[in-house]
């Protein structure tokens, strides 16, 4: 038996060694297991802190199926083992396996640091509720809640609150606990305003802050982003004194989103000025710009310049880069080159594969689409919805129906876009009876109040000849949008119904609804549908001088249409003369066949 002066040795030697484990990485791991097999085979029986050392160890590293088994074989193990244990769940998360070994450690044991790691790990796991049912119960069990105990419930309020009272009540509570000056938790109150979009209120409590750390500058500026203050925001980026990323890369994101592409651009030309360094998000941020802004050019300088300066990319950065400059490619027509970069991606996930097949359908490469989708290593809910749509956007009706059925009998139940496809389909083949059946699974899902699918369902209700239900479709909408106006006046139109369709284009500007290019298609269809010349003329005229659109080649052939239909065909050949550009088949089209039809 050894001395109690060899023994202090020993365990102050294993103690000193597992004080090099951590750091989380595998060589700890490695480490700390070669300790613990020394310990065993030579005999050693460590006491409750070499113990729990290990235990931490072997959580710290992620195994937590060692740190249990040793924590199985300690006979009464203390509340600094049982609290490794909690967070080292929570981390994984496995929320039920930490709120087990909560409710078994006993309540005589238990101190604020363990209630801090339960309250913690609901509130990683993104569960208000039990955050708050915990805090309750620490105040019954008459423990003192600390500014640890306060940062992570209101990390976990901010996943619930959302009315202006709630927020006072915590506020009260902080200040009477004594922590309302300490900076992590004046941070997460700031957070909980700004998820109740209480701005005025996040910025007053932001400004009486004794110190502004870079997490509520970077709370403030997102907040303002996300409440579309992006004026407010700026002001706040402008007059930081730190150069923190993360808040230029909100800033940044707030501007492409509201396409507000310039400024995006020139908040990005002031980061590169400055000597901010940039990230995956920040260049993920412009690729967008350049992608919905339609700006090419601009979009394969930032390729080159990405390039050109990250030498050897983490998979983190070149991941979601890659994918953003995918989808800038195939925006911008060039869906081959999307290929490209994807096919040299070294790694690739559902959203690279769904950016091509979304570039092969838009670009109506539909037989590439097809054959993509099927090699595809996997698929999720959007991939479906794409082909479908695909599909039944490019003629394939009976296809996209068919697909429809197989995305369901496949185990994934369709959204309202998955729907709006397969009425698309229905439209298509005058399909009424199935697109009955659609929009009663869309009412029994919860969809009906769906816009995307509530547009499908009016021109397929228009296309199959049932006009009353169309209408009374489009009547009953809780939300309508220009498409919804667009579809059920081109209803009207293809119905001869001109007089009504203008009728209500006009309720769509009284409404604020401003028509676009697609609606003077509409009305101009309507006119020569009804042979109201006068009119399409007028609206033709009005396209640009009103609304600032010009007219394309498809409104000219609309034009054309009206006039030989009206036997106007000396002016119809004006307006051909007096095109911008050169007339191409959809123009001679249209003047042929309404001469055919006068000389038959």
């Keep these: 038996m050894k001395s109690p002066e060899v023994f202090g040795t020993v365990a102050n030697r294993y103690a000193s060694q597992l004080g090099l484990c951590y750091l989380q990485t595998?060589?700890?791991?490695?480490?700390?297991?070669?300790?613990?097999?020394?310990?065993?085979?030579?005999?050693?029986?460590?006491?409750?802190?070499?113990?729990?050392?290990?235990?931490?160890?072997?959580?710290?590293?992620?195994?937590?199926?060692?740190?249990?088994?040793?924590?199985?074989k300690i006979p009464d193990p203390d509340v600094i083992s049982r609290t490794s244990l909690v967070s080292a769940y929570s981390l994984s998360g496995n929320i039920k396996k930490a709120g087990e070994m909560f409710e078994e450690t006993p309540l005589s044991i238990r101190d604020s640091v363990f209630y801090n790691a339960m309250i913690t790990g609901y509130s990683r796991n993104e569960d208000g509720h039990a955050c708050i049912k915990l805090f309750r119960q620490i105040l019954r069990d008459e423990f003192r809640p600390d500014n640890f105990t306060f940062t992570s419930v209101l990390g976990g309020l901010t996943l619930i609150v959302d009315r202006e009272m709630q927020c006072k009540q915590i506020y009260c509570m902080v200040l009477k606990s004594g922590t309302g000056f300490v900076t992590s938790v004046l941070n997460a109150l700031v957070s909980v305003y700004v998820n109740c979009a209480l701005m005025f209120e996040a910025r007053k409590l932001f400004d009486e802050m004794n110190e502004n750390d870079e997490l509520s500058l970077t709370t403030m500026v997102t907040g303002y982003v996300r409440n579309d203050e992006l004026d407010a925001a700026r002001e706040l980026v402008d007059g930081m004194s730190e150069k923190l990323g993360v808040a230029w890369n909100a800033m940044i994101s707030g501007y492409v989103h509201h396409g507000r592409y310039k400024e995006a651009f020139n908040m990005y030309r002031k980061m590169y000025f400055m000597g901010i360094k940039m990230d995956e998000f920040t260049y993920t941020s412009i690729i967008s710009g350049c992608a919905h802004g339609g700006l090419f050019q601009l979009g394969k300088q930032m390729h080159c310049y990405v390039l050109r300066t990250e030498d050897k990319p983490t998979p983190d950065f070149s991941l979601p880069v890659n994918n953003a400059l995918v989808t800038l490619y195939w925006k911008c027509d060039k869906v081959d080159w999307a290929r490209e970069i994807c096919n040299n991606m070294p790694v690739r996930d559902l959203v690279s594969?769904?950016?091509?097949?979304?570039?092969?359908?838009?670009?109506?490469?539909?037989?590439?689409?097809?054959?993509?989708?099927?090699?595809?290593p996997e698929r999720n809910h959007l991939t479906w919805t794409v082909m479908i749509s695909g599909l039944a956007q490019n003629g394939f009706g009976e296809e996209g129906l068919k697909l429809f059925n197989q995305m369901k009998s496949e185990g994934f139940e369709p959204c309202d876009y998955a729907f709006a496809g397969a009425i698309t389909s229905c439209a298509l083949l005058g399909a009424l009876e199935n697109g009955r059946q659609l929009h009663a699974q869309l009412v029994r899902l919860g969809f009906d109040s769906s816009l995307s699918a509530g547009n499908a369902l009016i021109t397929m209700y228009a296309r199959c000849g049932a006009m009353e239900a169309a209408n009374a479709l489009f009547r009953m909408m809780p939300c309508v949008d220009s498409v919804s106006w667009n579809a059920i006046i081109a209803a009207l139109g293809q119905h001869g119904h001109g007089v009504q369709a203008l009728e209500l284009f006009e309720q769509m500007l009284k409404a604020g609804i401003l028509p676009d290019r697609i609606t003077f298609l509409t009305i101009l269809s309507a006119c020569s549908h009804a042979g109201l010349v006068r009119e399409g003329q007028y609206f033709f005229n009005s396209m640009h001088r009103l609304y600032g659109i010009t007219p394309g080649e498809d409104h000219y052939a609309c034009l054309v249409d009206l006039l030989c239909r009206a036997g106007k065909l000396l002016e119809a050949k004006d307006v051909i003369?007096?095109?911008?550009?050169?007339?191409?088949?959809?123009?001679?089209?249209?003047?042929?066949?309404?001469?055919g039809l006068m000389e038959m």
Excluded: Q
Aim: charged share 20%.
């Design 577 to 595: 003369t007096s095109m911008p550009f050169e007339p191409g088949a959809p123009v001679w089209e249209a003047l042929l066949l309404v001469v």
């Design 26 to 72: 595998p060589a700890s791991f490695s480490l700390a297991k070669t300790i613990h097999s020394h310990m065993i085979t030579s005999g050693f029986h460590p006491r409750s802190h070499i113990l729990n050392r290990m235990i931490d160890v072997y959580c710290k590293s992620s195994r937590i199926i060692y740190a249990r088994n040793l924590f199985d």
């Design 353 to 376: 594969w769904n950016a091509i097949l979304s570039g092969y359908v838009n670009a109506g490469r539909i037989d590439e689409g097809r054959l993509f989708f099927r090699e595809m």
